[in-house]
């Protein structure tokens, strides 16, 4: 049994949907998959998504990221609410949320916001970012939400097994971003994503991380620790992502 990873796939361009919709029927039916979120803020297109999926592959493991529980174009409600929405279509999918072992192996989804841990926002980022206007955080801030979601996460039990891997849609660690990188890029630093996950990592005694949102594929050893970002990312983004589902360990 193989375990493969993709996030990103941000099925609002019709041909990630249609890239999705090709995938070998028969290739992968013994095999884990991990989407480490942004499907598409449109419920609809998330179904799609786990239509096209779910059949494809023994078990998928999913966690949301920004771009699902945006609520914008789905009533305006909150989005815990939302996040709850999509956590109950999941399991009627039979889709894992939360930590899945698979023989030896434990898998472990970190839930996450960015909390200005790798830097505050500028006035750009304050201004343009979409969550901003996109979510609906019922006036917490987003430390409050990354406090909110790292209360919910279970680190489980992990005596026992052999391996044990770690799962967030956002950046682990800001020197996942390479050194040399254009400076108005930079200035999304602040909402990639936490600190907070790195600590849950080392907690949990990861050796391997799978990680998205920064949309930049990296495959990265650090301290240990091997992180992975197999985003497929939007389709002018086609230096930064590989465009495919990663076969990343072996189960
Ligand atoms: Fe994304
Ligand atoms: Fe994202």
């Not at 409600?77 to 434990?106: M, R, W």
């Not at 989804?109 to 996109?134: C, N, Q, T, V």
């Not at 301290?223 to 495919?244: H, L, Q, R, W």
């Amino acid at each position: 049994m193989r375990l493969f990873l993709g996030s990103d796939f941000h099925v609002d361009y019709q041909q990630n949907l249609d890239w999705l919709r090709a995938l070998s029927r028969a290739d992968f039916t013994d095999d884990v998959l991990i989407v480490a979120g942004d499907l598409s803020d449109r419920l609809d297109l998330v179904k799609s998504c786990f239509d096209e999926i779910v059949p494809r592959y023994k078990k998928l493991l999913f966690l949301p990221g920004n771009h699902d529980l945006w609520t914008s174009r789905s009533g305006k409600g909150p989005s815990f609410d939302k996040f709850e929405t999509l956590n109950t279509l999941c399991h009627g999918y039979g889709i894992e949320t939360g930590p899945l072992a698979v023989g030896q192996t434990l898998i472990v989804p970190l839930l996450a916001w960015y909390d200005y841990s790798f830097g505050e926002p500028g006035p750009s980022i304050r201004r343009g970012w979409m969550d901003f206007y996109k979510c609906n955080w019922q006036g917490l801030t987003p430390p409050d939400v990354a406090a909110r979601f790292d209360a919910m996460n279970v680190i489980p039990e992990t005596s026992g097994f052999n391996a044990v891997y770690s799962v967030s849609h956002f950046v682990p660690r800001l020197d996942l971003m390479p050194v040399r990188y254009p400076e108005k890029h930079k200035a999304l630093f602040p909402v990639l994503g936490t600190e907070r996950l790195e600590a849950q990592i080392r907690r949990l005694g990861s050796s391997k991380h799978f990680y998205g949102h920064s949309h930049l594929n990296r495959n990265k050893l650090i301290d240990g620790v091997t992180y992975i970002n197999n985003a497929f990312g939007y389709p002018s983004e086609t230096e930064i992502s590989a465009k495919t589902i990663l076969h990343v360990a072996d189960l």
